[in-house]
């Protein structure tokens, strides 16, 4: 079955450090997103990609970093500049432009 | 900018009960516009969609219609269910002269459904 795969399921960083989510999808789908949860509210853009070697910042992109060498994957870095790290992440891939997201099971990120 | 207003939870409701889950929308251009639901631990997932004015989205016997008069898109579902206790998020997204569609997000309104 076609999906997209988020791992790990539950992530703690210790101070200063970077962490890496990793999001898979053999979905074909060309764009891809990152969305941050908090409790409470809704969800965050932090980065997109609409196609390989190519990115963009979304709303709440300070303190992360990502990359898109391949169409299936989207790592998400979280950088030791992101003092409010804890919170649930989530990965969404999209086929056509007028085609709805598909997401991820999620990561959940806490600080030790 | 785009927003969704989306009614406060928790809306706590007996089994076999009529719900709704109010959604209001400011957008420029023409969105489409969805529901996501999302169980305890887990992503999201669509529930319905509508991509014009007028278009009703059904899905697991839940409804929404897109009313442009009034930018509402609220869900209903004439009788609930215990395992339809969940987070109810509605979005919009609309192309921005082609770049990308972003997903805008309410802030989500919880169900919770007593047997």
């Given amino acids: 079955d076609g ?33 941050r949860q908090d409790p409470g509210q809704g969800l965050r ?23 898109r060498e391949k169409k299936e994957s989207f790592p998400l870095t979280v950088t030791s500049a992101q003092k409010n790290p804890t919170a649930f992440y989530l990965c969404a891939s999209r086929g056509g432009w007028d085609q709805p997201q598909h997401f991820g099971d999620g990561t959940r990120l806490s600080i030790l | 900018g785009d927003s969704v207003t989306q009614m406060e939870g928790p809306v706590t409701l007996s089994e076999e009960a009529f719900l709704t889950i109010n959604c209001t929308y400011t957008a420029t251009g023409y969105p489409s516009l969805f529901w996501y639901v999302q169980y305890p ?7 319905l969609k509508a991509t014009k004015a007028d278009d009703k989205g059904s899905n697991k016997g839940f409804e929404a ?32 002269g082609g770049a990308t569609n972003k997903l805008i997000f309410g802030t989500g309104t919880l169900l919770a459904v007593q047997p």
């Fill in chain 1, 3 to 35: 999906g997209i795969t988020q791992s790990p399921k539950y992530l703690f960083r210790k101070e200063g450090q970077n962490v890496t989510l990793s999001c898979e999808q053999n979905l074909n789908h060309d764009a891809m997103y990152w969305y």
């Fill in chain 1, 45 to 67: 853009l932090i980065y997109y990609s609409q196609i390989v070697n190519d990115f963009q910042k979304g709303d709440i992109a300070e303190g992360y970093s990502v990359s």
């Fill in chain 2, 41 to 47: 631990g887990e992503g999201l997932q669509l529930l």
């Fill in chain 2, 65 to 96: 219609t897109y009313r442009k008069e009034t930018t509402s898109f609220h869900l209903e579902k004439g009788s609930v269910q215990v395992s339809d206790s969940a987070v109810y998020f509605c979005a919009l997204t609309e192309l921005y």
